[in-house]
Each structure stands twice: as C-alpha cells, then as structure tokens.
T-cell receptor
Framework: EAQVTQNPRYLITVTGKKLTVTCSQN?????MSWYRQDPGLGLRQIYY???????DKGDVPEGYKVSRKEKRNFPLILESPSPNQTSLYFC???????????????FGNGTRLTVT | SQQGEEDPQALSIQEGENATMNCSYK?????LQWYRQNSGRGLVHLIL?????REKHSGRLRVTLDTSKKSSSLLITASRAADTASYFC??????????FGPGTRLSVLP
C-alpha cells in the first residue's frame, strides 16, 4: 500500500532532550516536506527536500534539522526541544520535481509532540 | 512565503445542504489544491485545479479558480455527516513549497 509512515504517533519529552521523528515513503517520491500544525495557524512548512542530499528551509525552520540521505526517508530532528515546539507534525511527499508536473502531497498520520 | 486565507473559518450546515468554502491566495500559482483533514489526522488530497483551468468536478466536489482575483472556491453538494472535517487550500506556487491556508472547519449536522 502506498503510504507515508511517521513514527512515533505520540511523543512526550522534556526540554533539551534531543529527539528524532522518522518519516518514510514507499512511493519513490522525489519531494518530501515537514509541516507543523498549530490551532489557528494552519500548516506551516518547516523544511523540504527536492531530492536526496537536497534540503531547504521552509517558513519556520528554527530549532529543527533534517537530512535526506536516502530517497525514502526524511527524519526531523529536534536537537534541543523547547515547549514552543509542542505541536502536531506532519510529513508529506510528492512526485513533483518540476513545475510541469502537477502532483499532490501525500501526508503521514502525524506525530503529536509535547515538550514539557 | 505568506499564507492565503480560507473563508469562512467555520461553517455549520444541515445534511443535504451544499457547503461552499472560499480560498484567497497571494502568489502566482502553478496549481491550487484542496485537502481534507479529519480531526487530528493527516490531510487527504481532494482535488487539484491547474492555473489554466477555471472549473473542475470530482463526484460531489466542484472547484472554481479565478486567477485574476487570486481566489478559489470549493463546493460540496448534498453534504453528509461524514463530510464533517477541516478543509484546506494549498498553493503550488512554482517554487519548492506548498502554502496552506488556515482552513475551514465544516460541521454537517444530521
């Protein structure tokens, strides 16, 4: 089944304790992205990747890192989490590589992170 | 990048009625996409309309696009209780990102 898989689904941690949220897709998609969703603010992009070893900042990259060593995986790393990073996080992927391809995003089921 | 806006923020209707949601965006777009999100779950793609299209249908969904006004609308006809969800528009703006609006919360009452 074609899907984007995020883990864990729920995570409670303390300030400063490094954590990684994993994201994997099995659709051979070039494009992957991380979003955070907060009440009243919609989805805001954190980082995205157009291809292996190519990553770029979105709208709210501060406090986050990503890597794209393989096409299928795009982990989100919080080196020193803070309470303002408490949020619902989504990974998404898309086939698109050029503006001539109109391809939608496929989303994972989300990771609800609480930082105390 | 700047977020567009959906209007209204929340909409409550009776089953069987039509629901219309509007989206305004800020940049030149390659296409505009509509997504649905059930509470706390991942977004699911509903329909994509290219910048050179004006209207598109998919089942009970009808999407229009007015690039001169930088706006789009999503119409759900003959709504059902199962249509209760949040709906988001997303701009694909020739760049590397998709810009989402804050969404419309639709409640369909049985």
């Amino acid at each position: 089944e074609a899907q984007v898989t995020q883990n864990p689904r729920y995570l409670i941690t303390v300030t400063g304790k490094k954590l990684t949220v994993t994201c994997s897709q099995n659709m051979n998609h070039e494009y992957m992205s991380w979003y955070r969703q907060d009440p009243g603010l919609g989805l805001r992009q954190i980082y995205y990747s157009m291809n292996v070893e190519v990553t770029d900042k979105g709208d709210v990259p501060e406090g986050y890192k990503v890597s794209r060593k393989e096409k299928r995986n795009f982990p989100l790393i919080l080196e020193s989490p803070s309470p303002n990073q408490t949020s619902l996080y989504f990974c998404a992927s898309s086939l698109r590589v050029t503006v001539s391809i109109n391809s939608p995003l496929h989303f994972g089921n989300g990771t609800r992170l609480t930082v105390t | 990048s700047q977020q567009g806006e959906e209007d209204p923020q929340a909409l409550s209707i009776q089953e069987g009625e039509n629901a219309t949601m509007n989206c305004s965006y800020k940049t030149s777009i390659n296409n505009l996409q509509w997504y649905r999100q059930n509470s706390g779950r991942g977004l699911v793609h509903l329909i994509l309309i290219r910048s050179n299209e004006r209207e598109k249908h998919s089942g009970r969904l009808r999407v229009t696009l007015d690039t001169s006004k930088k706006s789009s609308s999503l119409l759900i006809t003959a709504s059902r209780a199962a249509d209760t969800a949040s709906y988001f528009c997303a701009e694909d703006n020739y760049g590397q990102n998709f810009v989402f609006g804050p969404g419309t919360r639709l409640s369909v009452l049985p």
